[in-house]
């Protein structure tokens, strides 16, 4: 499967973004969706991930109450909801696939899209 994340942008703290990881190819439905996000000189850190069905996931304790997952597996896509942007937030943000579990640990994930990037100002 190929991924394509989009949706990034340049955005002040407060506001919202909505990424979007279309996949191409079929059986996208038989692949968990991670988010990771990675800033420059720092680790890979888990944000989210949605399992194949979607109706079970995980999301980081930083973005707890304010990011959101969900997939819909008919138009190939998953999304991560952005709300309450934080300077801290700023980062690539790749989305992820796996024929496994839905996981926060990015080795799981044997498929990567090319990443986009979230900039929010202060």
């Known amino acids: 499967v190929q991924l394509q994340a989009s949706g990034g942008g340049f955005v002040q703290a407060g506001g919202s973004l909505r990424l979007s990881c279309t996949a191409s190819?079929?059986?996208?439905?038989?692949?968990?969706v991670g988010w990771f996000r990675q800033n420059q000189g720092k680790d890979r850190e888990f944000v989210a991930a949605v399992s194949q069905s979607g109706g079970a996931g995980a999301i980081a304790h930083s973005v707890k109450g304010r990011f959101t997952f969900s997939r819909d597996n008919a138009k190939n896509t998953a999304y991560l909801q952005m709300n309450s942007l934080k300077p801290e937030d700023t980062a690539v943000y790749y989305c992820?696939?796996?024929?496994?579990?839905?996981?926060?640990?990015?080795?799981?994930?044997?498929?990567w899209g090319q990443g986009t990037q979230v900039t929010v100002s202060s």
């Open positions: 190819g079929r059986s996208f439905s038989s692949y968990a």
């Open positions: 992820a696939a796996t024929q496994g579990p839905y996981s926060d640990y990015y080795y799981e994930y044997e498929y």
